[in-house]
């Protein structure tokens, strides 16, 4: 357990050599250009040789056995820079499960992901269309937005009845490609009745509910941790920027009004932060727990994240609508992260509630 | 808030409303609904259809070729319009240019001008900002060079609105460096077709083409380009900027899409059953924003009905610009929180009848950050309040 990031020099010296990388590899680019330019495969491969997909894996299951502190480090590191690859469920959310299950459905998959040859994605019911479930061996139902879903080999497939681990190649699913607005790409799937073999279940009956409650919550703090790591590197930018601009003869920096903005944006980020230290702890913890700590990270980053983005695109003025100008996409970013896994007043209302 | 209107100006209301219904043709209301921003020929379409009927200039005095409306009766004119969906009519000609040349132009600027404005045949661009002049406007540095016969314009102007379908541009430019910044600027008309000019597209974060950067080289305009006197330009700007405001608190379309918005909310399913809309959370907020709304409405028609005793808008219309343009954000954001994931992706799926509804509601809340930006940002704007309002 840690109280802060910088309770540990392995964990900063981690954190350190990601962001080296990052910076220096896959520097943020306009997304249009990052498509044009980027080799997926490639890019995983790269990230494969760094041990990400190892590092969750428990040490019996032959990986790293990190904690979900030091995952979401990394996790943030890739929202600094705003990757595109979709690398939280391979990372963080597969490792985990498969720890928590007894089937091989999962682990016997994990050295393939560690040697980056498998990627998985989190495919969740949606709210809103048919539920998915799986009886009699078939799955029905319409997912939420699946992120990463059409380059994964695997889907994790959170079910009603069963979570199972789907070859995505050999699963008949509908597919409806998307483009998100942070540039990212995600699918809607839907399933009719499609055979779920043995070999390809996870769980089922109550252990499926256990897991599929700790996916939902491993997924919120996944997505959170991109967002903060977005929205802290957009605030270096912005104060960067802020030194370096000057109206009325003077840095915009000097400006009182714009000084004060940027401290809010920070107070706020600060404690997207403190909850997501709260949410990697309880991640190893007790599940009602760990479910507060989920609504909350997300709440806030759902308010307070994003009013403390559109504050730096203020203070940046006219720049900070220019599409090639990068602030706009980390309020994309967290616009869209606010958005997956249930929006702030989704998890207001359930928290409300009690 | 019908007790703020008297009983001649609900039937004007009931007059306008008859007749936008018949004037409107179903597709311009369609496309209106649909995007944030119009096609000039949609544009022109319907301040053609206005004009004919005497009402594309409404708020100009009937000198000019406007109706002579009370300021009241603009402002339920425009709601009016908006409730019906009608395209905005583009706001630098009919709404700043106009009114700053009938104001301050020559006979000969106005006869030229004013016409062409009124049918909507012309189209207008603001040439102020630059890179380097944002909030200090004053510091612009575009010069216009006195030559034989004329002037010559120099420089770059930055993020001009609609400067791609524009016939021509209302210029602040340097006419004199040896005074004091605001005191040595001129307001010029440009050609945008004249040598020298090029346009080149500015991308913003919703995705779309609506400004533009405008290189200015050795760009020749005829002496009677100088808008008034001299080195006056910024009193002109200021003036207009003043009426930019007011208009950049946008209170008939915010009310128009809250309505919208409310009607998704109502259709739009909940998880775990039910609609968005009986949400407790989201119940609370839209009866929250209602009372935003109505201050806002109510302080334009306090405004107005001071304008109606002859006041020029003065700090108020400061006041408006910062409230509205908040009002507009806290609309959009609620949109976003309505919509949930699918306001995150933008799709062409034909099937889904609310699929054009959620896009537009997305592209508007990406480019409304802008709202607290432009017209003098909002920052700029608590500084008038706070000194020449509150004395501070
Ligand atoms: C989409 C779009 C359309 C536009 N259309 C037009 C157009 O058609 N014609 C035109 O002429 N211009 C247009 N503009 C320009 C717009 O008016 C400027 O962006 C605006 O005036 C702000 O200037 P800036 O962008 O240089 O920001 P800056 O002036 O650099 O301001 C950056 C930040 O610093 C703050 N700041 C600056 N000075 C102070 C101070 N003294 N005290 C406190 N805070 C301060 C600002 O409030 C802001 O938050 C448009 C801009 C955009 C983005």
Redesign the interface.
């Known amino acids: 357990m840690r109280r802060s990031d910088e309770t540990l020099a392995e964990d900063r010296l981690l954190r350190d050599s990601a962001r080296r990388f990052l910076e220096e590899r896959h520097p943020w680019k306009e997304p249009a250009a990052r498509r044009a330019a980027g080799d997926p495969a490639a890019t995983w491969r790269e990230l494969a040789e760094l041990g990400w997909f190892a590092m969750a894996v428990p040490e019996e299951l032959g990986g790293l056995g990190a904690d979900a502190h030091r995952c979401l480090l990394i996790l943030q590191e890739a929202g600094r820079v705003m990757l595109d690859a979709p690398v939280m469920t391979t990372l963080l959310i597969a490792p985990r499960l498969a720890a928590g299950s007894d089937s091989p459905a999962l682990a016997s998959l994990l050295d393939g992901a560690a040697a980056g040859d498998v990627r998985f994605a989190l495919v969740t019911g949606?709210?809103?269309g048919a539920p998915l479930r799986v009886a009699a061996g078939r799955l029905d139902g319409t997912s939420?937005?699946a992120v990463g879903a059409a380059e994964a080999t695997h889907w994790l497939v959170v079910a009603d009845g069963a979570l199972s681990c789907l070859d995505a190649a050999a699963t008949p699913a509908l597919r409806?490609e998307?483009?998100?607005?942070?540039g990212r790409a995600?699918s809607v799937l839907r399933f009719d009745g499609v055979p779920v073999p043995d070999e390809a279940l996870v769980a089922t009956g109550d252990a499926a509910a256990r897991l599929a409650a700790e996916a939902a919550d491993l997924a919120i703090a996944g997505t959170v941790a991109d967002a903060l790591g977005a929205l802290a590197a957009g605030i270096d930018r912005t104060t960067v920027y802020l030194r370096e601009r000057?109206?009325?003869?003077q840095p915009l920096a000097s400006?009182q009004?714009?000084q004060h903005?940027m401290a809010d944006s920070y107070c706020e980020m600060e404690g997207l932060a403190s909850l997501l230290l709260w949410l990697g702890a309880a991640l190893d913890g007790d599940p009602v727990e760990r479910r507060r700590a989920a609504a909350a990270a997300k709440i806030f980053l759902?308010r307070q994240g994003?009013a403390a983005v559109?504050r730096c695109?203020?203070v940046t003025?006219?720049m900070?609508?220019?599409?090639?100008y990068p602030i706009?996409?980390v309020?994309?970013r967290l616009?869209?992260a606010?958005?997956?896994f249930?929006?702030?007043?989704?998890h207001?209302?359930h928290l409300?509630a009690g | 808030m019908d007790s703020l209107f008297t009983d001649d100006e609900k039937a004007f209301r009931r007059h306008v409303r008859a007749s936008i219904r018949a004037m409107l043709p179903a597709d311009l209301a369609e496309k209106t609904r649909a995007g944030i921003h119009l096609s000039r020929e949609d544009m022109a379409r319907w301040n053609r259809i206005l004009d004919e009927r005497g009402w594309a200039a409404h708020h100009w005095p009937a000198a000019h070729g406007g109706t002579g409306w009370t300021p009241i009766q603009r402002f339920i004119f425009e709601s009016e319009c908006a409730d019906a969906d009608a395209p905005p009519l583009s706001v630098f000609g009919v709404y700043l240019v106009g009114p700053t040349l009938y104001t301050f132009g020559s006979e000969a600027q106005k006869a030229r001008y004013l016409p062409t404005i009124r049918s909507g045949a012309e189209f207008w661009c603001q040439g102020y900002?630059e890179a380097?002049a944002?909030?200090?406007l004053a510091?612009l540095r575009t010069t216009a060079r006195k030559v034989d016969g004329g002037w010559v314009i120099q420089g770059q102007k930055?993020?001009t609105t609609e400067g791609h379908f524009a016939d021509l541009m209302i210029c602040l430019a340097r006419t004199n460096s040896a005074v004091k910044p605001q005191a040595g600027l001129s307001l010029f008309i440009l050609d945008m077709k004249a040598p020298g000019v090029s346009v080149h597209p500015?991308?913003?974060?919703d995705?779309a083409h609506s400004?533009n950067t405008v290189f200015l080289d050795e760009v020749r305009v005829p002496d009677d380009a100088l808008v008034g006197e001299l080195d006056k330009g910024w009193t002109y700007a200021k003036f207009l900027l003043g009426h930019e405001r007011i208009n950049n608190a946008q209170v008939h379309r915010s009310r128009r899409e809250f309505t919208r918005l409310k009607a998704l909310a109502a259709r739009?399913?909940?998880?775990?059953g039910g609609v968005i809309a009986d949400?407790?959370?989201?119940r609370q907020r839209v009866a929250g924003l209602e009372v935003e709304l109505s201050a806002l409405e109510a302080t334009i028609l306090r405004i107005l009905a001071d304008q109606t005793q002859g006041r020029e808008p003065g700090p108020e219309a400061s006041i408006v610009k910062v409230i509205g343009s908040r009002l507009q954000?806290s609309i959009s954001?609620l949109a976003?929180?309505v919509?949930?994931?699918?306001?995150?992706?933008?799709?062409e799926?034909g099937s889904d009848p609310d699929a054009g509804e959620r896009r537009g509601w997305?592209e508007r809340?990406?480019?409304r950050?802008?709202v607290?930006?432009?017209a003098g940002?909002?920052?700029i704007q608590?500084?008038i309040i706070a000194r020449t309002v509150l004395g501070l």
């Open positions: 949606s709210d809103r939420a937005l409806q998307l483009r998100l607005i942070d995600a000057r109206q009325f003869g400006f009004a714009v903005l759902g994003l559109s695109i203020q003025g006219g900070g609508m220019a599409e090639e706009g996409h309020f994309k616009q869209t606010a958005a997956l249930g929006t702030a007043d989704h207001l209302h409300a | 900002s380097d944002g909030s200090d510091s930055a993020w500015v991308i913003t974060i995705g400004v739009t399913p909940a998880p775990g949400l407790p959370g989201i954000q954001d976003m929180d919509m949930g994931e699918d306001g995150i992706h933008i799709t799926d997305t809340h990406l480019f950050r802008v607290t930006i432009y940002t909002n920052e608590k500084t």
